[in-house]
């Protein structure tokens, strides 16, 4: 016998039970983002590779160490399946011209990303993500929208133990002059960073700060901090976010060292964080990436989003949440049971006819007996079975058998079944609102 093969480490299965959890959450999330007027665009799994470098930065894990890289074989493109969504979306409106077309857009996707990475909980080499990207707004108004965005999500969720860490990383020019304060007091302790600091003390340096060594925290920690070298504009910038956010009641710590992973970020930063999920707290980052559109090919554009992981914030959900997340087999609302070739062939085309109308029907494949037939209608939760043997077919009847709450079966003509099944499943009540509503 030959091995059975089984998914990629990392790349996890979805089974039904949990999919439909998943489709539960799914819809919780389509509702709030339409909420706040983000439209949903879908990009490539796959883009350039060079898209990657240039938006996330040479010198990033992402980059160096993380990235699902290859070579088209019939053309020889480097190809690289995405491991964030914002630098796609970000082509997309470049490409597609939305933003000078359509003025600014408010954006979003849920979609799988790639990290090659080691698996744990948490963090995962096919991971989903849920992806906010406001392109065209220049204010502090949509950095603090994003982030009252993120806490209306949890409160919809039921979680009251995801806290906000918020910093400001300043202009271009006010890192630079960080950066040089920076290296210089990173190269009189040298000796004290590790092999990561060492190699990125002068490719990107501020990375340094985000170190989990903890041998290099108290070091870190003394480090020269980026907002003393802020200028009014980016103070003002800051400032507004944080009344905005003290204005909706949002509770924030700021955490200096706060610089998020990729390169393309200034200004507001901001993470949503847990202790519930082990070394993997983060559930929520993101901020504001003016430069980024101009660095990818078009112009200037202000632009702002974030990125929900939602393998995270579902462990969250039903590990703790107050909203409904059990697992729940879906019931049809008819289970069609059948013997004989003729009966086969009419409940072929009875279940059709009820689907017509809108309704959930499982129709028995397989064989088996009338008994052990019942018993899967039974056990399945349907609410009427349709019972049709030689004797139904002949006549061109079904026989229409509830299986909650009690009742007597009968049979009706196969011409007015979809009326006798509504009556029957609304206890013969007026059914022509019912029925348009189901046909719609």
Not at 33 to 48: A, Q
Not at 182 to 211: S, V, W
Not at 212 to 229: C, F, S, T
Not at 296 to 311: I, M
Request: net charge negative; charged share 25%; with cysteine.
């Amino acid at each position: 016998m030959s091995k059975i093969l089984q998914a990629v480490r990392g790349m996890n299965d979805i089974l039904p039970g949990e999919a439909e959890i998943w489709e539960n959450f799914e819809e919780i999330v389509r509702d709030w983002l339409r909420g706040y007027g983000y439209r949903p665009i879908r990009v490539p799994i796959v883009e350039p590779t060079p898209l990657f470098r240039r938006a996330i930065g040479e010198v990033t894990d992402i980059v160096e160490k993380e990235m699902y890289s290859f070579e088209d074989a019939l053309n020889g493109e480097k190809l690289t399946l995405r491991p964030e969504g914002t630098a796609g979306c970000v082509r997309a409106a470049i490409q597609h011209n939305l933003v000078a077309a359509g003025g600014p857009q408010r954006l979003c996707y849920q979609g799988p990303m790639f990290r090659h990475e080691r698996p744990q909980k948490g963090r995962y080499r096919q991971f989903h993500q849920i992806g906010v990207e406001a392109l065209g707004f220049a204010g502090p108004d949509i950095d603090a929208e994003l982030i009252v965005m993120g806490s209306r999500l949890w409160g919809q969720l039921g979680l009251d133990d995801v806290r906000l860490e918020l910093n400001t990383l300043g202009s271009a020019e006010e890192r630079a002059a960080h950066r040089v304060a920076l290296i210089a007091y990173l190269e009189q302790r040298r000796d004290e960073l590790d092999e990561d600091g060492q190699r990125r003390l002068h490719a990107n340096p501020l990375r340094i700060l985000d170190t989990k060594n903890p041998a290099m925290q108290a070091m870190v920690e003394a480090a020269p901090k980026l907002v003393d070298h802020l200028g009014d504009e980016s103070h003002a910038h800051f400032d507004a976010v944080q009344a905005m956010l003290r204005d909706a009641g949002i509770a924030y710590r700021i955490n200096h060292r706060l610089v998020r992973g990729l390169d393309y970020y200034n200004r507001t930063v901001f993470e949503w964080v847990t202790d519930r999920l082990g070394a993997q707290g983060t559930v929520c980052a993101g901020g504001r990436y003016d430069s980024l559109v101009e660095q990818l090919g078009g112009k200037s554009t202000p632009a702002a989003g974030f990125a929900v992981g939602a393998e995270r914030l579902l462990a969250l959900w039903q590990d703790g949440g107050e909203a409904e997340y059990a697992i729940v087999r879906p019931a049809p609302d008819v289970y069609v049971v059948h013997q004989g070739e003729g009966a086969q062939r009419l409940a072929f085309r009875a279940a059709e006819a009820l689907r017509d109308v809108g309704l959930n029907v499982l129709l028995h494949c397989g064989g088996g007996s009338f008994k052990s037939q019942m018993k899967k209608a039974d056990g399945g939760g349907a609410q009427l079975a349709l019972v049709i043997g030689d004797d139904e077919a002949t006549a061109l009847e079904v026989g229409i058998k509830p299986l909650r709450g009690g009742g007597a079966q009968r049979r009706v003509p196969f011409a007015v079944l979809a009326e006798a099944v509504l009556d029957a499943l609304h206890d013969g009540g007026n059914n022509e609102e019912r029925r348009e509503a189901n046909k719609e």
